[in-house]
């Protein structure tokens, strides 16, 4: 699963680009390059990310459906694209909720 880089790029994170003015970073910085813009809440925003996404597989992996939704959530909440969407709706699949799933489905 690869997207283009972005301010959200998939793991790993090998460069990012501002969200204030787009400017390309090299490697996770605590200040954009060119417009000075703080990058600290982006970093801790996509490790939050990161650490709800690792919970809700290993949630999946335990067979704990409820759990593992509720980390999907939190990835939803963080950063609401098609990947985090997937996440979600395999979560309500195995968890019963097929309408859910299948709403989740079609905004992929």
């Given at each position: 699963?690869?997207?283009?880089?972005?301010?959200?790029?998939e793991?790993?994170?090998d460069?990012?680009?501002?969200?204030?003015?787009?400017?390309?970073q090299g490697a996770w910085v605590d200040v954009c390059?060119?417009?000075?813009?703080?990058?600290?809440?982006?970093?801790?925003?996509l490790a939050?990310?990161?650490?709800?996404?690792r919970s809700a597989l290993a949630a999946l992996d335990d067979e704990q459906y409820d759990e593992?939704?509720?980390?999907?959530r939190r990835c939803l909440e963080l950063r609401p694209d098609a990947e985090a969407r997937r996440l979600l709706a395999v979560c309500?699949?195995?968890?019963?909720?097929?309408?859910e799933a299948a709403e989740l489905a079609r905004m992929v």
């Open positions: 699963m690869s997207n283009p880089s972005h301010a959200w790029s793991r790993p994170v460069e990012m680009r501002c969200p204030t003015c787009g400017a390309r390059r060119r417009c000075k813009s703080d990058l600290r809440l982006l970093r801790a925003a939050a990310y990161e650490r709800s996404w593992a939704a509720a980390h999907a309500q699949l195995l968890r019963g909720d097929w309408t």
